[in-house]
């Protein structure tokens, strides 16, 4: 069974999350959803304050190492689209259920870094790395899905950043707020010294090798 993205509505945006079977015929289902309504409102509090406090940094990385830089102001991710890729080389789609985004299979060249220039991770000269799209941070899922699909002739908003999402031979340059990749997550290296730091904004160039 593919893996899916499941589209959950949390206010602040859309976020996509494994799609699974959990069925219990004692579950309250009412408290349940007053519940997760609660933490999404915090948490959605949260991101937005940390998004406004990040922002100007990132307006200010955009503006001086991108060319014709925009902003996602759902996300508060900055970015340069530079080159559109093959169009017809993937199509992004819904599951039959109509209730996820099948996950494609990324193969890239990348490079991650933080907003001092410092890189923290990337591909090896002449070579690609294949990742499952749904195990890259939240950032990654904006870069690379629509704005919008269709589902039942109908336009279903799902908040990438671009019109028709990454194709093979795309390639992009962002810079996202802490809260959609590491967050207040430490990232250390293999000799366990703290290589990202909690709450950093990472800037990403990716070219997208193939997708399937």
């Known amino acids: 069974?593919?893996?899916v993205f499941r589209i959950i509505a949390i206010g602040l945006v859309g976020t996509f999350?494994?799609?699974?079977?959990?069925?219990?015929?004692?579950t309250d289902w009412n408290k349940l959803i007053e519940e997760q309504r609660i933490k999404d409102s915090i948490e959605n509090a949260r991101i937005k304050g940390i998004i406004a406090n990040q922002a100007p940094q990132l307006k200010s990385y955009a503006e001086t190492n991108f060319t014709n830089a925009k902003l996602d102001t759902a996300t508060g991710i900055w970015y340069q689209v530079i080159t559109e890729g093959e169009a017809s080389s993937y199509t992004y789609r819904f599951n039959?259920?109509?209730?996820?985004?099948v996950a494609p299979e990324v193969t890239v060249?990348?490079?991650?870094k933080l907003i001092n220039g410092t890189v923290t991770?990337?591909?090896?000269?002449?070579?690609?790395?294949?990742?499952l799209l749904s195990n890259r941070p939240y950032a990654w899922h904006t870069a690379f899905l629509p704005k919008t699909l269709s589902y039942n002739n109908q336009d279903v908003k799902i908040g990438g950043?671009?019109?028709n999402g990454l194709k093979k031979n795309?390639?992009?340059r962002f810079i996202s707020p802490s809260p959609w990749v590491y967050d207040t997550?430490?990232?250390?290296?293999?000799?366990?010294?703290v290589k990202i730091a909690a709450n950093s904004p990472i800037v990403y160039e990716i070219q997208v090798v193939d997708i399937k």
């Open 17 to 26: 999350i494994f799609a699974s079977c959990n069925k219990s015929d004692d």
């Open 1 to 3: 069974m593919k893996n």
């Open 96 to 101: 039959s259920m109509g209730n996820g985004i």
């Open 109 to 112: 060249k990348f490079k991650e």
């Open 121 to 131: 991770d990337q591909t090896e000269t002449d070579k690609t790395t294949t990742y």
């Open 170 to 172: 795309s390639q992009i």
């Open 185 to 193: 997550k430490e990232v250390k290296d293999k000799d366990g010294n």
């Open 161 to 163: 950043l671009t019109a």
